[in-house]
């Protein structure tokens, strides 16, 4: 049975699209049954998708997949709906109805980086300067093009790396530009930099985390609850 207060899917989100990061993210995200587009794993790239679903004639815009948390108390596996993206130093607000769509807003600023922020004390000082709860590489592309057209975008987003945790050194160079783990590169970088090994597989186990959270809120959304 449908909560009273629940909004269709099939109307909330027909004729959007979604930008993603990794391919992993859009292999989850197919049960929207809305296009997907893969930006690498970059902000160039994340433009670049977001450009091709415009051409697509989308909608509406949504920027799905992990993200690195900026504020202390969000864990691994935390789900997020960012009232607000900050892009280009711009407060973008994301939709209310698109993003009651994906689960109700959450009072969260969400910063679109222009790279990875990898280390500690750079989530630090990105979290006092700006107020963002969290980081990505997409929702600041989808927020700017979005706004741009005019259209609605919102962004969903889960928490993978927690603020006081540093991405690994192989977490930087593993992926290719079509979003995939390159196995070779991966391996290259855990043998030039042994004593990573740990906090790759404290990574590992966040993202896991972080992966089945956002696959439960995704068949949440798709089954209308």
């Known amino acids: 049975m449908r909560a009273a207060n629940a909004v269709s899917t099939e109307a909330g989100l027909r004729g959007a699209a979604v930008i993603v990061g990794l391919r992993t993210e859009a292999r989850l ?12 794993g970059t902000a160039a790239g994340a433009v670049e998708a977001t450009r091709r679903a415009l051409t697509g004639a989308a909608s ?12 202390p108390a ?14 280009d130093g711009v407060f973008f607000r994301g939709d209310p109805v698109l993003g009651q769509t994906l689960g109700g807003m959450t009072p969260h600023r969400i910063l679109g980086a222009a790279s990875v922020v990898a280390d500690v004390l750079s989530k630090q000082r990105l979290r006092g300067e700006t107020g963002a709860a969290a980081v990505d590489l997409e929702s600041g592309a ?25 991405l690994p050194p192989a977490a930087l160079v593993a992926l290719n530009r079509r979003g995939a783990i390159g196995m070779f590169r991966l391996l290259g970088s855990i043998l030039a930099h042994p004593a ?11 993202a896991a ?10 068949a949440s ?3 209308g609850a």
Request: contains cysteine; proline residues 8%.
């Open 29 to 40: 995200a197919l049960p929207l049954g809305v296009p997907v587009y893969i930006g690498g």
């Open 221 to 223: 959304i798709a089954a």
């Open 196 to 206: 990573q090994l740990p906090g790759l597989l404290a990574l590992a186990r966040d």
């Open 209 to 218: 985390l972080a992966r089945r959270a956002l696959a439960q809120r995704i």
């Open 60 to 71: 509406a815009l949504i920027s799905l997949g992990l993200a690195g948390g900026l504020e």
């Open 142 to 166: 989808v927020a700017r093009l979005a706004t741009e057209r005019g259209l609605p975008f919102a962004a969903l987003r889960v928490i993978c790396d927690p603020a006081e945790r540093a």
């Open 74 to 87: 969000l864990r691994p596996g935390d789900v997020i709906v960012p009232e607000a993206v900050l892009a």
